[in-house]
């Protein structure tokens, strides 16, 4: 294939969605979208959903109250090290949090594409057997290395950052005083100064803990790789949630617009579908990168 440099192998879980929804996607995303057979992919998409009609019967509570365990005395200290990281304590600060293991078949999740170029990158760093520290710091990196990227001025006002990884994101924007600023020389005294801050998220692993079920939130590249090298139970961040107005401010945006869908229906998404052939396939899709870009404007006014 022609463009194969220019793509990645995807995972992408279709039996649980619309056959209109599956069928606008395959003749239009794919790099191979053109060749699209959509009288074969009808088919497809009919025993995939007749095969999750299935499952709704035989596993209708296997999201349902799902166990979470303590983690081993041992790792206790790398618990600490979490505790203590400044970015998980602005993160996870918003409602009730614990640290524990949780079952990876059985976490809800609404993201429906998993980037195997990715995944095989994780797996790699993790080595095929991986140690339990290896896979507690693989879920709850507190080091933060920070991925490139690349920032460059558009014009006047218009910045742009770029980066491979699609965790860039516009974090903050926030009012500095002259105390807050290092290394900078102004061109007179400065009267504060007005930061829009781009970055990465914190990157634990978490999940969202609600109505009975552990609805996965950050992290699924992660817990990917860890299915795929035998490893079912991760550690991770567990927030509880007590109402879904919360949702509004933690919750991936397919959880908030289609929460029933993930909460109520008896047999919802789970982690182990990825797995299954006749809920998911691979799809080739184009590479892409994340960019960012930040403007501002200034007005000046002279007030009786």
């Given at each position: 294939?022609?463009?194969?440099?220019?793509?990645?192998?995807?995972?992408?879980?279709?039996?649980?969605?619309?056959?209109?929804?599956?069928?606008?996607?395959?003749?239009?995303?794919?790099?191979?979208?053109?060749?699209?057979?959509?009288?074969?992919?009808?088919?497809?998409?009919?025993?995939?959903?007749?095969?999750?009609?299935?499952?709704?019967?035989?596993?209708?509570?296997?999201?349902?109250?799902?166990?979470?365990?303590?983690?081993?005395?041992?790792?206790?200290?790398?618990v600490h090290r979490v505790h203590a990281d400044p970015f998980f304590q602005k993160t996870f600060s918003y409602v009730p949090v614990e640290i524990g293991l949780v079952e990876l078949d059985r976490l809800v999740v609404c993201q429906n594409l998993t980037n195997l170029t990715q995944v095989e990158r994780l797996k790699a760093q993790l080595g095929p057997r991986p140690s339990q520290e290896q896979v507690f710091r693989a879920c709850l990196p507190y080091d933060h290395p920070t991925p490139p990227h690349q920032l460059a001025r558009?014009?006047?006002?218009?910045?742009?950052?770029?980066?491979?990884?699609?965790?860039?994101?516009?974090?903050?924007?926030?009012?500095?005083?002259?105390?807050?600023?290092?290394?900078?020389?102004?061109?007179?005294?400065?009267?504060?100064?007005?930061?829009?801050?781009?970055?990465?998220?914190?990157?634990?692993?978490?999940?969202?803990?609600?109505?009975?079920?552990?609805?996965?939130?950050?992290?699924?590249?992660?817990?990917?790789?860890?299915?795929?090298?035998?490893?079912?139970?991760?550690?991770?961040?567990?927030?509880?949630?007590?109402?879904?107005?919360?949702?509004?401010?933690?919750?991936?945006?397919?959880?908030?617009?289609?929460?029933?869908?993930?909460?109520?229906?008896?047999?919802?998404?789970?982690?182990?579908?990825?797995?299954?052939?006749?809920?998911?396939?691979?799809?080739?899709?184009?590479?892409?990168?994340?960019?960012?870009?930040?403007?501002?404007?200034?007005?000046?006014?002279?007030?009786?």
């Amino acid at each position: 294939m022609a463009q194969a440099h220019a793509a990645d192998p995807t995972s992408y879980l279709y039996g649980h969605g619309s056959l209109k929804h599956f069928l606008g996607y395959m003749t239009s995303r794919p790099v191979d979208a053109h060749e699209a057979d959509t009288r074969r992919l009808s088919d497809d998409w009919r025993v995939a959903h007749e095969h999750a009609r299935r499952l709704r019967r035989s596993e209708a509570s296997w999201a349902d109250e799902p166990p979470v365990y303590a983690l081993p005395h041992g790792m206790a200290a790398l618990v600490h090290r979490v505790h203590a990281d400044p970015f998980f304590q602005k993160t996870f600060s918003y409602v009730p949090v614990e640290i524990g293991l949780v079952e990876l078949d059985r976490l809800v999740v609404c993201q429906n594409l998993t980037n195997l170029t990715q995944v095989e990158r994780l797996k790699a760093q993790l080595g095929p057997r991986p140690s339990q520290e290896q896979v507690f710091r693989a879920c709850l990196p507190y080091d933060h290395p920070t991925p490139p990227h690349q920032l460059a001025r558009l014009s006047g006002r218009t910045f742009a950052f770029a980066s491979d990884t699609n965790d860039l994101r516009f974090l903050d924007a926030v009012a500095l005083g002259p105390e807050h600023l290092a290394g900078y020389q102004a061109f007179g005294p400065i009267a504060g100064v007005v930061a829009l801050v781009v970055g990465y998220g914190s990157n634990y692993l978490n999940v969202l803990s609600l109505e009975g079920r552990l609805v996965l939130n950050n992290g699924n590249h992660r817990a990917y790789a860890l299915h795929e090298l035998g490893v079912f139970q991760v550690p991770c961040v567990i927030q509880k949630i007590s109402d879904r107005e919360e949702l509004n401010v933690l919750a991936h945006h397919e959880l908030r617009r289609y929460a029933d869908d993930y909460l109520r229906e008896p047999r919802p998404p789970v982690l182990k579908d990825y797995f299954d052939p006749k809920l998911s396939r691979v799809v080739h899709l184009p590479r892409t990168s994340r960019h960012i870009r930040v403007s501002y404007s200034v007005e000046e006014i002279d007030m009786p």
